[in-house]
């Protein structure tokens, strides 16, 4: 069994990302891991380089700075990535998502259980959204709680939208989420751990590909309800990115007014805490 990382970065050292974190997270569960590396002005290629490992094959792309349309450049940019890769199975992480050590075991052992299973097409993962601090973390259907992060490479298989899902193509015309076990292991996401201001400076430079205008980021804006504290234990590969010593909750505007958004999400978890449901969007069909 052959397994191929991929991934696609842009500037991802100025915009605060812990992409050589997440990177170095993957390799031991690959055999080779394709970086899609785009034209930035940092230092985000030779710092990838700087980890010399022989499994990293480097892309270098250039993006098509008229893709204004809801983020779809970032698709492109993804199955550039995914189109490289040579395993049995394509294993997606983003600059920000990392794979705790723990996981790696119950990966590979997924990956090998399902590899001739013709009904399973990919594998799930949960997600923890860290928000504010790595001791918080999001749950609300606003956050997606699992993903597809690995998918067998031998279907017509490709990000239609904005580089966040696979879909597998059915025809020339019609596509369809892939079929997927639980991997049994979880995705760290810490985009939302970053300091507001490389936050910020990230959706100003990105704004302009989804056609929409830039609000400066306050993370204190959002609804109490959905934040929880965090009792587990990080990646170790998060040490040193991780601020030493936060020990509480973040803690929002305890004035926030509530969005229209927000309202309606706090209806949908009233209604999943009194049915024990799950309704949050699931871009698979579950079928073990």
Same mark, same amino acid.
């Given at each position: ?18 992409? &050589? ?28 380089? !700087? ?22 450049? $970032? =698709?492109?940019?993804?199955?550039? =990535? ?24 119950? &990966?590979?052992?997924?990956?090998? @259980? ?16 860290? $928000? ?9 259907? =606003? ?11 031998? *279907? ?31 995705? $760290? ?8 201001? *490389? ?30 504290? $965090? @009792? ?19 803690? !929002? ?31 698979? @069909?579950?079928?073990?």
């Amino acid at each position: 069994m052959k397994v191929s990382g991929f991934t696609f970065l842009r500037n991802a050292h100025m915009l605060g990302y812990p992409f &050589i974190e997440s990177i170095q997270s993957a390799l031991p569960l690959c055999d080779e891991f394709i970086i899609n590396i785009g034209n930035s002005v940092d230092d985000t290629l030779e710092m990838v380089e !700087a980890i010399d490992d022989l499994r990293i094959k480097i892309i270098h792309s250039q993006w098509n700075e008229n893709m204004k349309t809801k983020g779809f450049v $970032y =698709a492109q940019q993804t199955n550039i =990535a995914l189109f490289n890769c040579n395993g049995d199975w394509a294993f997606y992480l983003q600059g920000d998502e990392v794979i705790h050590e723990e996981d790696i075991p119950r &990966i590979k052992e997924s990956m090998q @259980k399902h590899l001739d299973d013709e009904k399973v097409e990919a594998l799930v993962f949960d997600y923890i959204h860290f $928000y504010g601090n790595h001791m918080t973390y999001a749950w609300s259907p =606003a956050w997606y709680r699992r993903e597809c992060r690995a998918i067998k490479n031998n *279907k017509r298989i490709f990000f239609p939208s904005d580089g966040q899902f696979f879909v597998v193509l059915q025809s020339n015309r019609k596509a369809r989420y892939p079929r997927a076990a639980h991997s049994n292991a979880k995705i $760290y996401h810490y985009g939302w751990v970053r300091s507001e201001e *490389k936050m910020d400076e990230k959706l100003r430079k990105v704004v302009r590909y989804w056609g929409g205008n830039h609000k400066k980021v306050d993370y204190t804006q959002i609804d109490p309800k959905v934040l929880r504290k $965090y @009792k587990g234990t990080h990646p170790a590969i998060m040490k040193e990115w991780l601020p030493q010593g936060m020990t509480s909750v973040f803690r !929002a505007y305890p004035d926030h007014v509530l969005t229209k958004r927000e309202k309606k999400h706090r209806l949908v978890m009233s209604i999943e805490k009194i049915f024990g449901l799950d309704l949050s969007k699931k871009h698979f @069909k579950l079928v073990t």
